[in-house]
């Protein structure tokens, strides 16, 4: 262990007062830690380098939003919200609410000028308070932009006509779609990653306080553990299928190829200009019949995957990061990844090349009402333009990956705009509204 | 930070063989923490103490189950199952499996003989997988049995005529009460706890697919925040009003409390030979109005819990671990803490000395389709006896507690005997077979 993480980071402020206050976060964890009391939150907190007391945040201001190549955190809260006013000027209110409570909470600061507990005794409090006392936990909150806030019904809104970018396409339908309309689409979508659930459950929760009279929650969606990789400091995680998942996974460090597949803009096909740093979000539920998965063989689960289950190595041999041969054959004569493998109708090279950053999680809501757990992966994924980058893949999924035929089943859909990032003063998707 | 603290941990095997295999777990993480690599997980094992290596494993066996005085870990997947066999010899066959893959699983091994890869490769693994590389997480499996283990349609299951106890009774309705069927009762109620919600959700998982074609899941429900300390080396979290939880909850060091009001078995009302050790759970799924809370002053908050938001006082005074005066008035007269007040009804003054051992979670779920988020606190209480320790109270609140009238909703609800803990050798709830 390196000798400078050991020692204590220095006080510092954050959820305005309650650390002086309670004993707890950073300062207290390090006396926790020496009271032997090891929790997680004392451990994340204990860690965080002394000259970086900022261990645990993510700058919220920058070219591109946070969210996207940030290193994928442990946890998802992603909401989907219904804009309600007609008003151009409330929507713009609303925005640069959102994004000053964005930023605050960013960086383990509390909603409003008061916070939970510091306001008038008279009035609501300006933060919900349950994050009094946890780290900014990494917190990232990334905004997108459906096709309903540029125009619903046929008429356009905000005064947005002509706004709305090409690639922000209606998604065809794809064979097997179950969608569910209350948790499909949405005017503005928000995806707010942490370290802790708690940290981005606040998060939506006081957008949600914020936009109230303006904007509803249309859907929410909790996941649990990342499904991809964004950093090649980040080991791969695995799906609930058990295997590996996003091995092939653009990464934060791939700069080229994120401008190549990722980031939108003049330039390119989807080539509005307010889009300069900007990326298309899509957002599945996809639903994974585990039940019948965990009755089937070894063989054919790696099969169906093309990789193995320990080390995710494609079946044509070498180790996880290894390139799939995809002509290389068996003894028998067969592709030792299969025509149907779900690593060869993924790849790039069956795909035109295409790539696309994918930052998932897996889920798990309940039950299905038919003696199975209601769970699988909530697939999200940023692209430079869906109609190259998402439709031309799932549409060859949905009709030849046998996955996909037979474990999965997609229950929700969304396809957003993602504005590029914020400066100092600024507010998310300004450049929409100039 | 203690320097024993800082030395690597022993490698020590867990999850069979996957993690010399690929390189994480506790000795891949000390050298990504030595690489800057601060992932949570790799943090929580590197700060293992050298001379534990079972730092991050709770002990399965013992004269009480794990999962009650636990001190609470981070997240919950609790789970129902209705047993489909009526044949006696399956049920135990799968109470004998049951336990011993929540022991291997306790322990961070994979189940089953030869676990997610090590298997025949024309047979189903005996592992889901995807807790592969990850640690134990604090794992602890809390079974529990409900009144449809015993009896359903009047008719007593599995030779277990008169074999029920009279506590395990029929909840009457609380006034109200909003329940859904299907979020409520089940023959055998699961609680998976672990700091990592993969490890738990993995856990249920596996049972539910060891107890194929024997039993169904009925209903399952993922937790976030712990909304409860039960242990006097935890801090005291908070509740998704934005107020701490359960300060005044009975902890692991209480150990002539539990006695008195935990613990069941001979002696006691709920005197079963076969329920010494065991105890009592309260399932209840609490919905928080949370977006008319937000829009209550911080006074009405406070008057409503019966603390300050800040610090968890009580509003007659003191610090959070000062005892309630519930006569200490005001200059108006009128008592500091109000006759309507959450703290003074769920008081152990004014019910009968009766206290519980909570351990619930922060839920949300999705949205409840008319623009609200739909979240709550997952209530989870062992008692010795809910006829003296849980109904007495539920009902006074139900009818009194202005904070249960006007923002909670009850909306699932389950009772559960909990079996004593398991010796080596031995399974779940033996002693009922006997």
């Given at each position: 262990?390196?000798?400078?993480?050991?020692?204590?980071?220095a006080?510092?402020?954050?959820?305005?007062?309650?650390?002086a206050?309670?004993?707890?976060?950073?300062?207290?964890?390090?006396a926790?830690?020496?009271?032997?009391?090891?929790?997680?939150?004392?451990?994340?907190?204990a860690?965080?380098?002394?000259?970086?007391?900022?261990?645990?945040?993510?700058p919220?201001?920058?070219?591109?939003?946070?969210?996207?190549?940030?290193?994928?955190q442990?946890?998802?809260?992603?909401?989907?919200f219904d804009?309600?006013?007609?008003?151009?000027?409330?929507?713009?209110?609303?925005?640069?609410d959102?994004?000053?409570?964005?930023?605050?909470?960013?960086?383990?600061?509390?909603?409003?000028?008061?916070?939970?507990v510091?306001?008038?005794?008279?009035?609501?409090?300006?933060?919900?308070?349950?994050?009094?006392?946890?780290?900014?936990?990494?917190?990232?909150?990334?905004?997108?932009?459906?096709?309903?806030?540029?125009?619903?019904?046929?008429?356009?809104?905000?005064?947005?006509?002509?706004?709305?970018?090409?690639?922000?396409?209606d998604?065809?339908?794809?064979?097997?779609?179950?969608?569910?309309?209350?948790?499909?689409?949405?005017?503005?979508?928000?995806?707010?990653?942490?370290?802790?659930?708690?940290?981005?459950?606040?998060a939506?929760?006081?957008?949600?306080?914020?936009?109230?009279?303006?904007?509803r929650?249309r859907?929410?969606?909790?996941?649990?553990?990342?499904?991809?990789s964004?950093?090649?400091?980040?080991?791969?995680?695995?799906?609930?299928?058990g295997?590996k998942?996003?091995?092939?996974n653009?990464?934060?460090?791939?700069?080229?190829?994120?401008?190549?597949?990722?980031?939108?803009?003049?330039?390119?096909?989807?080539?509005e200009?307010?889009?300069?740093?900007?990326?298309?979000?899509?957002?599945?539920?996809?639903?994974?019949?585990?039940?019948?998965?965990?009755?089937?063989?070894?063989?054919?689960?790696?099969?169906l995957?093309?990789r193995?289950?320990?080390?995710?190595?494609?079946?044509?041999?070498?180790?996880?990061?290894?390139?799939?041969?995809?002509?290389?054959?068996?003894?028998d004569?067969?592709?030792?990844?299969?025509?149907?493998?779900?690593?060869?109708?993924?790849?790039?090279?069956?795909?035109?090349?295409?790539?696309?950053?994918?930052r998932?999680?897996?889920?798990?809501?309940?039950?299905?009402?038919?003696?199975?757990?209601?769970?699988?992966?909530?697939?999200?994924?940023?692209?430079?333009?869906?109609?190259t980058?998402y439709?031309?893949?799932?549409?060859?999924?949905?009709?030849?990956?046998?996955?996909?035929?037979?474990?999965?089943k997609?229950?929700?859909?969304?396809?957003?705009?993602?504005?590029?990032?914020?400066?100092?003063?600024?507010f998310?998707?300004?450049?929409?509204?100039?």
């Open positions: 262990m390196d000798p400078a993480q050991s020692e204590a980071p006080p510092r402020m954050s959820r305005r007062g309650l650390l206050l309670a004993g707890v976060g950073s300062a207290g964890a390090v926790g830690l020496a009271a032997g009391l090891l929790t997680q939150d004392a451990l994340a907190a860690a965080t380098p002394a000259d970086a007391g900022t261990g645990d945040v993510v919220f201001h920058g070219p591109t939003q946070a969210g996207i190549t940030t290193a994928a442990d946890r998802l809260h992603m909401a989907a804009v309600t006013t007609e008003d151009r000027a409330a929507l713009i209110r609303l925005l640069k959102w994004t000053a409570a964005a930023e605050a909470m960013s960086q383990g600061r509390e909603t409003g000028a008061t916070g939970a510091d306001g008038p005794y008279d009035a609501p409090p300006e933060d919900t308070g349950e994050a009094l006392g946890l780290s900014a936990g990494k917190l990232t909150v990334t905004f997108a932009f459906g096709a309903g806030l540029f125009e619903k019904d046929g008429k356009a809104r905000f005064g947005l006509e002509g706004r709305r970018p090409d690639a922000l396409i998604l065809p339908h794809f064979p097997g779609d179950d969608l569910q309309a209350n948790r499909s689409g949405g005017d503005i979508i928000v995806q707010a990653c942490a370290d802790d659930p708690q940290v981005a459950v606040h939506i929760r006081n957008l949600a306080r914020i936009g109230f009279g303006k904007a929650v859907w929410s969606q909790l996941g649990f553990g990342r499904t991809s964004t950093s090649r400091n980040q080991q791969t995680p695995r799906n609930l299928f295997f998942d996003g091995t092939n653009l990464k934060a460090e791939d700069t080229d190829l994120l401008n190549e597949h990722v980031w939108a803009g003049p330039g390119t096909r989807s080539g200009a307010w889009m300069q740093g900007g990326s298309y979000l899509v957002a599945r539920r996809i639903r994974m019949h585990i039940e019948i998965w965990d009755r089937t063989s070894l063989r054919e689960q790696e099969g995957i093309g193995t289950k320990s080390e995710g190595s494609p079946l044509s041999g070498g180790k996880e990061f290894t390139s799939p041969d995809f002509s290389l054959k068996g003894k004569g067969e592709p030792l990844i299969g025509m149907d493998a779900h690593v060869r109708l993924a790849h790039a090279d069956q795909n035109d090349g295409v790539r696309m950053l994918r998932g999680y897996n889920y798990t809501d309940g039950s299905d009402g038919l003696g199975h757990l209601d769970a699988g992966l909530f697939f999200i994924a940023f692209v430079k333009d869906p109609r980058h439709v031309p893949m799932q549409m060859a999924m949905a009709k030849q990956d046998t996955l996909a035929l037979e474990y999965l997609h229950t929700s859909s969304a396809l957003a705009a993602v504005p590029p990032g914020v400066q100092p003063g600024g998310i998707g300004e450049g929409l509204f100039r």
